[in-house]
């Protein structure tokens, strides 16, 4: 489990002084997918850098299961990072050394056996599919191949936490999803806890289990991914769940004008397959106007959203909002 308890970060430049992070706090269970999604700036990459003080936050504490890495020395604070491995955007690999040597690299300074470290890079190197690339370098090889490479030495011994700073951000949406894959793997197998920092929705909707929405500093939303989708509660979790290929733009509908009621209906599972919406057009002395709908595909399960405007007399509607309710479907009156 990690905990972030009140974490602030602030950067000084002579006399200007930038709040990157703002007092945020936050849990992540033991082998959650936990996402943390926000525009450029938005103070991703320093929260993540506290978690393993790659960056000393000026503020708040750490903690990795009991054991509160804020407070520890150089010597139990280098200990404790065996636990974190730590990818990133653009691989930072070790240009000179082969494939091979870039995995035992981690190993090599925690002073194994040149046969211990043998065994363990060919085991890493079959795990990630990289055998045939062992004595190649990092320049001999596609941007897919290298973030195996680096999610290899982030394995490498074996630790509790592994961390992502836009791991799939230079890849295409192939190689992304062969990523993520790679990443769900491990946690599925090792019960390794992953955070995920990105700004791809694509990424949270693919493996992500809960996503926390990060604008200037702070934490907006937290939530699950499914709830998320079902729910969005800010305007910066709307525009990112609508910059999803493939999503029609879902604007932010003014009620004001409409003459009818402006509704939202989320439904996953079961209650997407039902013929819903005709249901409460024969049923009830109502029109429907469809104002925007989407469908996405969660890892677990499918959740549709569709704005309608129904126009009739207050009764009918109220009848029909509370045969939707009945449905099992999620209704939001806007
Ligand atoms: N070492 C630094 N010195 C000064 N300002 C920084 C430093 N690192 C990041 N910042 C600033 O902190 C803010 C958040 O940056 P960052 O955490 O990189 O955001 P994100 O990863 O979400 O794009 C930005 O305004 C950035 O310019
Ligand atoms: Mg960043």
Redesign the pocket.
């Known amino acids: 489990m990690i905990k972030i308890a009140n974490v602030s970060k602030v950067?000084e430049?002579g006399k200007t002084k930038?709040e990157?992070?703002k007092d945020i706090s936050l849990k992540i269970n033991k082998g959650e997918i936990f996402g943390i999604i926000?525009?450029?700036?938005?103070?991703?990459?320093?929260?993540i850098r506290c978690l393993n003080r790659l960056e000393e936050p000026t503020e708040g504490k750490i903690f990795i299961n009991d054991l509160e890495l804020t407070s520890l020395n150089k010597e139990d604070l280098r200990l404790a990072r065996k636990n974190i491995g730590m990818i990133f955007q653009h691989f930072n690999l070790l240009d000179q050394k082969t494939v091979y040597e870039n995995i035992a690299f981690p190993l090599r300074l925690e002073k194994l056996g040149k046969k211990q470290i043998d065994a363990r890079v060919n085991q890493l190197l079959e795990y990630v599919d990289l055998k045939d690339k062992k004595n190649n370098y990092p320049s001999q090889l596609s941007g897919g191949q290298k973030q195996r490479v680096a999610i290899a030495r982030a394995i490498a011994n074996n630790p509790k936490i592994l961390l992502s700073?836009e791991g799939t951000s230079a890849l295409d949406p192939k190689t992304t999803k062969s990523i993520l894959e790679l990443l769900k793997k491990i946690r599925d197998e090792f019960n390794i806890t992953i955070v995920m920092?990105t700004?791809q929705m694509e990424v949270v909707k693919e493996i992500c289990d809960r996503v926390a929405i990060?604008e200037n500093?702070q934490i907006v939303e937290i939530n699950t991914v499914e709830n998320l989708f079902k729910n969005p509660k800010t305007k910066v979790a709307h525009s990112f769940i609508n910059s999803l290929q493939g999503n029609v733009e879902e604007e932010i509908i003014n009620p004001k004008n409409y003459k009818g009621k402006i509704i939202r209906l989320s439904f996953m599972g079961d209650s997407a397959k039902k013929p819903i919406v005709s249901k409460v057009i024969r049923n009830f002395n109502i029109d429907v106007n469809i104002l925007s709908g989407n469908i996405n595909k969660l890892h677990a399960s499918s959740i549709g959203n569709l704005t309608l405007e129904l126009i009739g007399e207050d009764d009918e509607i109220n009848n029909a909002l509370l045969f939707l309710k009945n449905e099992s479907v999620h209704v939001e009156v806007i």
């Open positions: 950067f430049n930038l990157a992070v926000g525009l450029s700036g938005a103070g991703k990459s320093t929260l700073d920092i700004h990060m500093g």
